[in-house]
T-cell receptor, first 114, second 114 residues
Framework: GNSVTQMEGPVTLSEEAFLTINCTYT??????LFWYVQYPGEGLQLLLK?????DKGSNKGFEATYRKETTSFHLEKGSVQVSDSAVYFC?????????????FGTGTRLLVSP | NAGVMQNPRHLVRRRGQEARLRCSPM?????VYWYRQLPEEGLKFMVY????????ESGMPKERFSAEFPKEGPSILRIQQVVRGDSAAYFC????????????FGPGTRLLVL
């Protein structure tokens, strides 16, 4: 079945540090890949997405590249801010399920200190 | 353009009571999805509905849980005879259509069963 594996958190960084959150996936078809962010007490917000191999999704300084050969979609940001502190979820949807279900990783908590 | 609305935001129930969670999709969206997030875990798909139809309920527990999306009004997730293990955050998402359409999430309902 489809699954998403994320690096365990928390990830603790100082402001302006470089961020990488690893995400790998297993899928039977050709999935679309997503990063969602959840701020404390709130719902999930779509951060970025990529729908085919070698696509790069980007938003608010974050980016991730769909790597089919390594089945990965790692999230990166060159310089994090305190306001980036949140939980980040990697997710996929797959043609086999009509792209109707999102399958989520367990989330990675990011803590950025001043 | 209002986003996905969920109410109540917080719900406290005693064991054996019923919980009703409501979700109004974004304007123009006719597809609704419900997910459950247990503490410190990722979101798990529960059910996918279109107006007046349940399309996929493969993630719904077989007993006590039901969902509907009537022609008029919000989608309802109903949990009968709640137990402590039902305590979780329940998120609704909506999309404009099926296929590779992005799902937009509401703020969630946090259910606490005493």
């Amino acid at each position: 079945g489809n699954s998403v594996t994320q690096m365990e958190g928390p990830v603790t960084l100082s402001e302006e540090a470089f961020l990488t959150i690893n995400c790998t996936y297993t899928a039977t078809g050709y999935p679309s890949l997503f990063w969602y962010v959840q701020y404390p007490g709130e719902g999930l917000q779509l951060l970025l997405k990529a729908t085919k191999a070698d696509d790069k999704g980007s938003n608010k300084g974050f980016e991730a590249t769909y790597r089919k050969e390594t089945t990965s979609f790692h999230l990166e940001k060159g310089s994090v801010q305190v306001s980036d502190s949140a939980v980040y979820f990697c997710a996929l949807s797959d043609r086999d399920t009509g792209f109707q279900k999102l399958v989520f990783g367990t989330g990675t908590r990011l803590l950025v200190s001043p | 353009n209002a986003g996905v609305m969920q109410n109540p935001r917080h719900l406290v129930r005693r064991r054996g009571q019923e919980a009703r969670l409501r979700c109004s999709p974004m304007k123009g969206h006719s597809h609704v999805y419900w997910y459950r997030q247990l503490p410190e875990e990722g979101l798990k798909f529960m059910v996918y509905l279109q107006k007046e139809n349940i399309i996929d309920e493969s993630g719904m527990p077989k007993e006590r849980f039901s969902a509907e999306f009537p022609k008029e009004g919000p989608s309802i997730l109903r949990i009968q005879q709640v137990v402590r293990g039902d305590s979780a955050a329940y998120f609704c998402a909506s999309s404009q259509g099926q296929g590779q359409e992005t799902q937009y999430f509401g703020p969630g309902t946090r259910l606490l069963v005493l």
